[in-house]
């Protein structure tokens, strides 16, 4: 069963914009693309741990600001020809409010 | 025996349901029909055709009372259901009561009015049948009057293009980026933006209402930026909500609407519910083309035979007289989503397919829908299209031919459109010249003078002769900004200006961009062009920015950011040294650094303490030294006249005057300047972007310096007499910069490029120029030139440095 964790409105986050939650794992970055689909990723590019939450979005992507590798907001797999991916985590939207699965903010404790 | 069938409802989807089961089973029930409204079931959808008055209510009934007298239905219009005793299976009224045997619910939906203060005021309106119509005909009725549409979704542009038409001034409010956002994307809500907005609609996006006002009636609307619209109407259209009545009371199951199985069947297995009102497996419909299939599963399953809803994909159109828009399916992108765009910016044309696994799942249309059907019917049938992939965008009648011709933009542009700035030759004077006899490209630049000055119109001229000349013309290969466009940088300057491109998804529907938001080359390349061209009228996208330009600090490799404060000309006092020692010690800064600007650099300012570090600066008098920005650095100075004995001049005084001038601008590239006082040049005047150096009779101007990946000496601008002529000269210089070289090309790869000659004649020997350009610089400053910390210290863009959510609150259950 899943068991989502309200964690602001859609509208906390500006279009093409992310924002972060802290969680005693890190941060993890909520990105909202220019047609309101909302991803979450661990905030940290697989390539030298840029926070992905400043890059530049586009389309369902975003660009690292370090070293601009591009990273898919959905797959959390770079792109071209970099290798390296990042964890995603499930989140919705309902009624305006972005929702992440709870089970998934767990998982890095239980795999300890 | 003949059973009773109440209806509760008289609206279109209880009267197709009607309609289904006196075809099908004419003689199995007695019916009872109940409507709220005192009228008869009419074609709710048209009612936008009747408000803007191409139709009249007579032509959109559906079902008229002879309809009703010959198949048997007993009409109860304007009799409001009130409750249901579901043991005794009687329905009440006002009137009474009315026994049931299968009661059929159809109560619709209800228009959402969102909750400010002033809702309530006369004059104030909803948009969902014959007598909201009605009030907004009245209201256009009074010449001069005004309405505002809050919500610009399907229902709200539609009431909207029909009070124009009635001639009412009309603006839309919509809380949205952009208009109809569940149906289209940005790219089609600029579009369709542009076109109400040529039919003279104000839209008014990323709005949202605070209050309405009024004394008695309807005079303003108050929205939260705090701009007043002053209206005579509200016409609320923000949504609906499906419109449960007295279900939950009489114990129906009930969520957002009333809930019903495959068989429209609610949880008492005789009473039926369909349309708007229903909710279906947690979804709520309001397209018709759903609520039909409802109509025919609920009748069937009346008349004795079994059948099943099975939602399938709807598409949409937009009911406005001249505007085409075809929406249907999933446009959003994913993972393993791809798409496939097409745009023809001279015919206001915009396509885009979203496949899935080499099929069709989202379509969006603006402009040219005529093939929308044809996709949707793929779409439908989750056809494999991978054959007809290369051709699929252009539709059915399309097979193989020749490819988009990509000068499309160009060919469009009207006669007198200039395509050479520094000569003043238009695209007309370059077609006059060919056919003049002019056959090559070499030819017309020698007749017409067109991109044989600075040369960022090179591009442009080739593509208006190619374009002219026709087969006889082959086009030399020129590099795209990027994978987005074949547009070149420098084209797409010139196309900005000529065409008078003012937003980003303006320039990309203009000239034709082959994404549908662009990369993270294309953007910030665009929003500076656009703020460099259009200040004052350009918003300003910081999601356009690069993080050092949008939160006006530096990244470092560890994700935290560096603070350098503005110190004029390199000069600093105990006090803002004090302030900055402070901030480090309050803020835990660990390293502080003198930069090679002669500035104090603040390394490992965590993000969320910016605008607080920032705040704290301020109060010591000191402004972002803006070390992020492609814009103006720092102009590094000796101590000139003051102290040296060699100084000639106060370079100093000179250098504090020049960062006065130039601080807060946004250029191609950053942009570094010094003043030394004499030729010994201890600022290093002479490897800088500009450099001053002071000698007895004056100043040497240098340009086109460069200390980094290329080490360069300045090339001589010119030598003038006083402080005042180095300033202009300055200004000009940046401005001509700022309005002619790419994105990110400091100013010696520009110099390099147009060549000294031309900046010489441009800034120095043309007096009238140079004053237009520091003019232009000067005014473009009124805008820009503010401090950026101030801003966000008092809060503003908080959601940059604040965490969205803190779950190590909560997830530690």
């Known amino acids: ?112 | 025996m003949t059973q009773k069938l109440v209806v509760i409802g008289a609206g279109m989807a209880s009267g197709r349901a009607l309609e289904h089961l006196v075809e099908t089973a004419p003689d199995a029930y007695d019916i009872t029909l109940f409507g709220a409204e005192p009228r008869g079931n009419y074609n709710r959808i048209m009612l936008s055709p009747v408000l803007s008055g191409e139709k009249t209510y007579e032509e959109i009934v559906t079902h008229d009372a002879d309809w009703y007298a010959s198949n048997g239905v007993t009409c109860r219009f304007g009799e409001a259901v009130t409750g249901i005793d579901r043991g005794r299976k009687v329905v009440t009224t006002e009137a009474g009561e009315t026994a049931y045997d299968k009661l059929l619910i159809a109560t619709g939906s209800n228009p959402f009015i969102i909750p400010v203060p002033g809702k309530d005021l006369p004059g104030v309106i909803t948009y969902r049948d014959l007598d909201d119509t009605n009030a907004m005909i009245d209201a256009a009725a009074t010449p001069g009057a005004r309405a505002v549409v809050i919500g610009g979704g399907l229902l709200g542009l539609e009431a909207a293009a029909g009070l124009k038409l009635r001639g009412m001034d009309v603006t839309v409010v919509h809380l949205m980026g952009h208009l109809m956002e569940r149906q289209l994307d940005p790219a089609a809500g600029y579009l369709l933006q542009r076109e109400l907005e040529t039919r003279g609609i104000k839209v008014l996006c990323g709005a949202n209402t605070k209050e309405i006002r009024g004394d008695g009636k309807v005079e303003a609307v108050l929205l939260e930026d705090g701009r007043i619209i002053e209206t005579d109407i509200v016409v609320m259209a923000v949504g609906i909500r499906p419109n449960t009545a007295f279900a939950p009371e009489a114990g129906i199951a009930t969520g957002r609407g009333i809930q019903v199985d495959d068989t429209m069947r609610t949880d008492d297995p005789d009473i039926f519910a369909l349309g708007e009102c229903v909710e279906h497996r947690g979804m709520c419909y309001g397209l018709v083309a759903p609520l039909y299939d409802m109509a025919k599963v609920a009748a069937s399953n009346l008349a004795g035979s079994e059948a099943a809803f099975a939602p399938v994909e709807t598409s949409t159109k937009l009911k406005v007289t001249g505007v085409d828009l075809f929406s249907a399916g999933d446009f959003q992108e994913g993972e393993g989503r791809e798409e496939i765009v097409f745009r023809d910016a001279t015919r206001g044309v915009y396509k885009r397919l979203v496949l899935e696994d080499d099929r069709i799942i989202g379509v969006v249309m603006y402009g040219d829908t005529v093939d929308g059907s044809w996709f949707f019917g793929k779409l439908k049938a989750k056809e494999d299209i991978s054959d007809l992939r290369d051709t699929l965008i252009f539709g059915p009648n399309f097979a193989g031919g020749a490819p988009l011709d990509p000068m499309a933009a160009v060919a469009a542009l009207p006669d007198e459109a200039e395509i050479c700035g520094c000569n003043g030759v238009s695209k007309g004077q370059i077609i006059a010249a060919i056919t003049g006899g002019a056959t090559t490209l070499d030819a017309v630049k020698a007749l017409t003078k067109a991109s044989t000055s600075c040369g960022t119109c090179a591009g442009l001229t080739e593509q208006v002769v190619a374009a002219t000349l026709g087969d006889d013309f082959v086009l030399p290969e020129a590099a795209g900004m990027c994978k987005c466009t074949d547009h070149s940088h420098d084209d797409v300057r010139r196309l900005i200006k000529a065409k008078e491109l003012k937003s980003i998804p303006a320039v990309m529907q203009e000239l034709n961009w082959k994404t549908s938001c662009g990369c993270h080359v294309c953007r910030p390349a665009l929003n500076f062009y656009l703020v460099a061209d259009w200040p004052g009228e350009y918003q300003d996208d910081a999601q356009s920015r690069f993080i050092n330009e949008r939160v006006h600090a530096n990244i470092q490799k560890d994700g935290t950011y560096s603070v350098v404060p503005r110190m004029w000309g390199g000069i600093t006092t105990p006090d803002e040294l004090r302030a900055i020692a402070d901030v480090a010690d309050k803020y835990e800064i660990p390293t502080v650094k003198v930069t090679g600007g002669q500035r104090i650099d603040l390394l490992g300012v965590k993000k969320e303490d910016l605008p607080h570090v920032w705040g704290d600066l301020n109060a010591a008098g000191m402004v972002s030294g803006h070390a992020y920005a492609k814009g103006l650095r720092t102009v590094k100075t000796c101590v000139g006249t003051d102290f040296c004995r060699f100084g000639t001049q106060d370079s100093t005084g000179l250098g504090i005057k020049i960062e006065r001038l130039l601080w807060g601008s946004w250029t191609p590239h950053k942009v570094k300047l010094a003043v030394s006082g004499c030729p010994r040049n201890c600022a290093e005047a002479t490897c800088k972007d500009i450099g001053v150096v002071c000698v007895d009779s004056g100043y040497e101007i240098g340009v086109g310096g460069a200390a980094g990946m290329d080490v360069k000496e300045v090339e001589r601008l010119c030598k003038v007499e006083t402080e005042e002529e180095v300033l202009e000269v300055i200004a000009a210089f940046v401005q001509l910069y700022r309005e002619n070289a790419q994105y990110l090309h400091r100013p010696y790869k520009w110099i390099a490029k147009v060549g000294m000659e031309w900046i010489i004649e441009t800034v120095v020997e043309d007096l009238p120029r140079r004053k237009e350009l520091a003019a232009a610089f000067a005014l473009s400053q009124t805008f820009y030139q503010t401090d950026p910390w101030a801003e966000r210290a008092q809060g503003g863009q908080a959601h940059e440095f604040t965490p969205l959510a803190d779950l190590t609150q909560v997830a530690a259950e």
């Open chain 1, 1 to 112: 069963m899943s068991d989502f964790l309200d964690i602001g409105a859609l509208t906390d986050i500006p279009q093409r914009g992310a924002r972060l939650i802290k969680t005693h794992h890190g941060c993890i970055a909520v990105f909202r693309t220019a047609e309101d689909t909302v991803f979450a990723l661990d905030d940290a590019c697989p390539h030298k741990g840029g926070p992905l939450s400043q890059g530049i979005q586009h389309g369902s992507a975003v660009t690292c600001p370090l070293h601009n590798w591009v990273i898919d907001l959905n797959s959390g797999e770079a792109q071209g020809a970099d290798e390296g991916a990042v964890r995603t985590y499930a989140v919705k939207v309902e009624d305006g409010r972005i929702l992440i699965d709870r089970a998934g903010l767990a998982a890095p404790m239980a795999a300890e």
